[in-house]
């Protein structure tokens, strides 16, 4: 009977003959297991992280009803992971969206779908940063500045950089910390809101609050409009790929925790907007946008004063371990597509730490963007149109990534070959996936100037669009002159795509 010691080093060893296969040398730390993984996908999506970012910009385009759009935003992404479930148990690698893609439909379409992976998720890391910021002051009690905060985001990204350049070891124990505490709260608050202090109505949750006036008369647009908000919950879950070169027993364990760590942070986002809307002791000011954080409101007016400073705690911790493992999966993405010399500075990015056995390289480059974006925070419109452009690229890579998928099954070249196969029904689930993605994408892209602060200037407005026309044309300028695909094509790894 062979000892757990012996089982790892078993499931190591297969782990990196498949990677062999796949064209690379191992060079990263086995050091998660399926729940160190998992915890990864939970930190980045994150349920109180999520549920800050959609609670209010949802009650005010459409009422308390908004709730019902995380349900549908939450279908329509299991679409896409059980399609990612086939991807992760097949190609167990580092950089899913460059690497899967360009296995499916070749080195052209897996260099932009790559590039604009690796662009909307270093702009996340900014994101998550200045929205974090805030958290600090409020727990001292202090009214900061645009610079004061600048500099506090600047102090959070060097601190979750610093932790990953540490290793994937101090990186899986400080996420765990940060995941059960984040947990823990999420539930008992959510539960405990909805048990005992409950004070509005269930009907409340269908009534809109003559938000329709905003999309003259039509309850159906502000609901669509709410699942475009809903969307922005439900992304992150792709760290869990991100980490499969340090995983053992990759196949196996990845899909899992893909599935895990999405419903599980879905559910409790559904859980606490719902407690939300139904403790809050005044929703008609939040719809009318006078109450700027519902969530502490209705925690404070139900447990008492008493409460907002351990909340605010808590909503500190969550912080830090979604941008934790926000940064630490960019990196390791940076790393994967860097190994096939296709990006500016790639010798430099592809570094590995010789005694963390890190992403060194990528966790710097990771730090040195997200410092450099937070200048923009010194305008806030800017750092808006950042947030708004940031989603709308995750959705786009999603997208290109099932199109990917349904175009190589439909021809022929793609037949499922991992642990995980769907059979006849992956190919409709894939289909049902595209659409979904499509129809989101250009839901959360279309430019409504009621998703923008009141008196946004028009680039905020169209800050979707105009930022996704900016990293695709950038893009071409760099795919016409430095010619990435040529790299690939002369590749080992791109010589063994076809491996299953």
Not at 311 to 334: D, E, K, Y
Not at 429 to 445: H, K, M, P, R, S
């Amino acid at each position: 009977m062979k000892t757990s010691a012996a089982r790892e080093n078993s499931d190591t060893d297969e782990d990196s003959a498949r990677l062999r296969e796949l064209g690379y040398e191992p060079q990263l730390k086995r050091g998660l297991g399926v729940l160190g993984n998992i915890t990864m996908g939970f930190a980045t999506i994150s349920p109180v992280v999520g549920l800050y970012a959609v609670v209010l910009v949802g009650a005010t385009i459409a009422g308390p009803r908004w709730v019902w759009a995380l349900p549908v935003c939450l279908v329509g992404q299991c679409l896409l992971l059980a399609l990612y479930a086939e991807l992760s148990s097949e190609f167990p690698i580092s950089g899913g969206a460059y690497q899967w893609t360009r296995r499916l439909l070749g080195p052209s379409y897996a260099w932009f779908t790559g590039w604009i992976s690796l662009c909307s998720s270093l702009l996340a890391n900014t994101t998550i940063a200045y929205l974090a910021a805030p958290w600090a002051f409020t727990l001292v009690g202090v009214t900061p500045t645009p610079n004061q905060l600048v500099v506090a985001a600047a102090v959070f990204v060097v601190v979750c950089s610093l932790t990953n350049m540490l290793g994937v070891d101090v990186l899986r124990r400080a996420l765990a910390m940060g995941v059960v505490a984040e947990a823990i709260a999420s539930v008992l608050v959510g539960v405990a809101l909805l048990l005992v202090f409950r004070s509005q109505p269930w009907s409340i949750l269908t009534e809109g609050f003559g938000t329709e006036a905003l999309f003259d008369g039509s309850g159906f647009a502000a609901f669509v409009a709410a699942v475009a908000v809903g969307g922005w919950a439900f992304i992150g879950f792709d760290a869990c790929v991100s980490t499969s070169e340090e995983t053992r027993n990759a196949t196996r364990h990845v899909p899992r925790a893909i599935w895990i760590a999405l419903l599980s942070v879905g559910l409790l986002v559904i859980l606490n907007a719902f407690a939300v809307v139904l403790t809050h002791p005044d929703p008609a000011s939040v719809v009318a946008g006078a109450d700027a954080d519902p969530v502490t409101t209705a925690v404070v007016a139900s447990f008492g004063d008493w409460s907002a400073k351990p909340f605010v705690v808590v909503v500190i911790i969550a912080f830090l371990a979604c941008g934790m493992a926000a940064q630490g999966s960019t990196a390791r993405a940076l790393y994967s597509v860097a190994r096939d010399d296709v990006l500016p500075l790639s010798k430099f990015l592809r570094t590995v730490s010789r005694r963390s056995q890190a992403p060194i390289g990528g966790a710097v480059a990771v730090t040195a963007v997200a410092c450099v974006g937070l200048l923009l925070a010194l305008n806030s419109a800017a750092m808006g149109s950042l947030i708004t452009f940031g989603t709308s690229a995750f959705y786009l890579t999603f997208f290109l990534v099932a199109l990917a998928a349904l175009v190589a099954r439909l021809r022929g070249t793609w037949v499922p070959a991992g642990r995980v196969r769907l059979g006849r029904p992956g190919t409709a689930l894939n289909f049902g996936a595209v659409l979904w993605l499509g129809f989101e994408f250009v839901n959360i892209t279309w430019p409504r100037a009621l998703l923008a602060p009141v008196g946004a200037p028009w680039y905020q407005v169209w800050a979707a669009p105009l930022g996704t026309a900016l990293i695709v044309l950038v893009g071409l300028v760099y795919f016409a002159v430095a010619k990435p695909r040529d790299r690939v094509v002369i590749s080992s790894s791109f010589a063994d795509r076809s491996t299953s």
